[in-house]
């Protein structure tokens, strides 16, 4: 059907601001929203991302430690949880501006603050608000997504919604991939800052939202707009509104918005960790390892966009939810017990990383819109609350899991402080030494009896010594401990996705497709009743 996209108040300067439409949009204005809500959702993780991809140059620049590194990623998921329960305030002052505001917000950060930060603190202090913003527009954007998209093709738009993580992802890897392994880690965050800006200029010029009384009904399918605006005229905004989180503070919501946050623990490992850990175990450059990036996301991608379309087809989500997390649990374990192999080749990892994340885009997309549903359930003009509770509870969980990686695997710091100076002293590979000082030291590391015989040694060569004889053992000692220790934390996401499954069960949504095709039968049979009833009056 098509419609009229009028805005409801404000022409010209204020409809920067006031950006509700008062009926519901043209097909063609309804996908420019939905292109700049997902643009504006991959630049945003994208920004937010980008620090994991480039995070043993940031920890050796500020000479910080992986634990506060870490902490710096802990507060700012921290922080961010609460910023996404704020965000619920979408539902009563909309949910456009928020999106706006906040890619001019993380567009500055990312161009200015974080690339000329001078210190530790300030670092992390910019990465922490990019984090707070980016859990308000966590909330924002799939609201805006809802509000445009009717059950019946709700997987399908979440699918597009949940390309912003992953592309976000994506971005992140081919960036960091494709460049100069010797090219400062502040042109990335340049870049980023430049793009947030220009989908900033973007949204504040085309992006608009639903009125209220659009937007707080349910929406099973476009044949239901007529109804939808017919009734909008009449409803009540406020008593819907009211005392909204004691409305969303419900088991089911509460339930699977934790079931997804383990079941996802994973994805955040990838995310944040898995270029550590690539360098630091298997001896990757930055570009390697971000390129395997490449694969898990682009591959994630592709599975979201396919598993939404075929959900919102056979109209089903639950079968699609258990069998993808089945299969993510068979991969995982599999990549877990890889993790630990020197000779797991790179293939390999390829293999079972697109693997994981084909499986994971499986689950995650039918729960999107699953959870969506769910939450229309109890009040479909609660939706923006429904999925602050989910912000909140994912960035705690979250927050949680990260603030144990360094405990469990305490080996990082000194591979990533000392392990390069080490392991260029020890195979005569020093930049700071002469060829012939680099040989001499090299001998010296393979044989140190040959000390005794090489004669005198220069100023150079004894400083490359003393500091082999003071870093190399917790080096060596670090080297040996961390595939174990990773793969301890690689169990703990096992878990989490083991846990996930009982907790399909307490969604909205049919396993059978006969059974949601003979209810979306009645519905239109009700909605040709309900017409039939406004025409009449």
Not at 314 to 339: E, Q, S, Y
Not at 359 to 365: E, K, T
Not at 447 to 466: R, Y
Not at 497 to 522: L, N, S, T
Request: charge should be neutral; aromatic fraction near 12%.
């Amino acid at each position: 059907m098509t419609g009229t996209a009028t805005v409801a108040t404000g022409s010209g300067a204020t409809r920067l601001w006031r950006r509700e439409l008062a009926g519901y949009p043209t097909n063609a204005a309804r996908v420019l929203n939905l292109t700049i809500v997902v643009l504006a959702t991959i630049t945003l993780y994208y920004q937010f991302y980008l620090a994991g991809a480039v995070a043993t140059r940031i920890i050796a620049e500020y000479q910080m430690s992986f634990v506060y590194y870490v902490n710096i990623s802990v507060i700012g998921y921290i922080l961010g949880a609460a910023a996404s329960f704020t965000a619920g305030l979408a539902d009563r002052y909309g949910r456009a501006n928020i999106v706006t505001v906040g890619l001019l917000l993380t567009g500055l950060l990312c161009l200015f603050a974080i690339p000329h930060a001078g210190s530790k603190l300030t670092f992390g202090i910019a990465f922490i608000a990019v984090g707070v913003v980016e859990g308000i527009i966590l909330v924002a954007t799939p609201a805006l997504i809802r509000d445009f998209s009717p059950q019946l093709g709700r997987a399908s738009a979440m699918g597009f919604w949940t390309l912003g993580p992953v592309l976000g992802s994506l971005v992140v890897s081919i960036m960091v991939s494709t460049s100069s392994n010797t090219r400062p880690w502040q042109d990335q965050y340049i870049i980023c800052g430049v793009v947030g800006l220009v989908i900033f200029a973007l949204a504040a010029v085309g992006l608009r939202e639903l009125a209220p009384g659009l937007r707080d009904q349910l929406m099973v399918s476009s044949r239901d707009r007529a109804l939808i605006e017919a009734r909008a005229k009449g409803i009540d905004i406020a008593g819907s509104l009211r005392n909204p989180f004691r409305q969303m503070l419900k088991p089911d919501i509460i339930a699977s918005a934790f079931a997804i946050s383990v079941f996802l623990i994973i994805y955040y490992l990838a995310v944040g960790f898995f270029p550590v850990f690539f360098q630091t175990v298997y001896g990757y450059t930055l570009s390697e390892a971000n390129a395997l990036g490449n694969w898990f996301w682009g591959f994630d991608a592709l599975a979201l966009l396919v598993i939404g379309f075929l959900s919102d087809l056979i109209r089903v989500r639950k079968p699609f939810m258990l069998v993808g997390a089945i299969l993510a649990i068979v991969f995982t374990v599999i990549f877990t017990i890889k993790a630990t192999d020197p000779h797991t080749s790179y293939n390999t990892f390829v293999v079972l990383l697109i693997l994981i994340s084909v499986f994971l885009g499986v689950a995650y997309a039918p729960w999107m819109a699953s959870f969506t549903e769910t939450v229309e359930r109890r009040n479909p003009a609660l939706t923006a609350t429904g999925l602050a509770v989910w912000g909140l509870v994912i960035r705690i969980v979250i927050a949680l899991a990260v603030f144990f990686v360094p405990l469990v695997v305490n080996s990082v710091t000194p591979l990533v402080d000392s392990g390069p100076q080490v392991q260029a002293i020890a195979s005569g590979q020093d930049p700071n030494l002469s060829p012939a000082e680099n040989a001499t030291v090299k001998a010296i590391a393979a044989n140190p009896a040959a000390a005794a015989t090489s004669g005198p040694l220069d100023a150079n060569v004894q400083t490359a010594l003393k500091y082999l004889q003071a870093n190399a053992p917790a080096v060596m000692k670090a080297a040996a401990d961390s595939p174990k220790q990773w793969q301890t934390y690689f169990w703990v996401a096992v878990g989490g996705e083991v846990a996930f499954i009982p907790f399909i069960f307490v969604m909205a949504g049919f396993w059978d497709p006969r059974k949601a095709r003979k209810q979306e039968h009645e519905h239109e049979v009700w909605v040709e009743a309900e017409m039939a009833k406004l025409h009449a009056d």
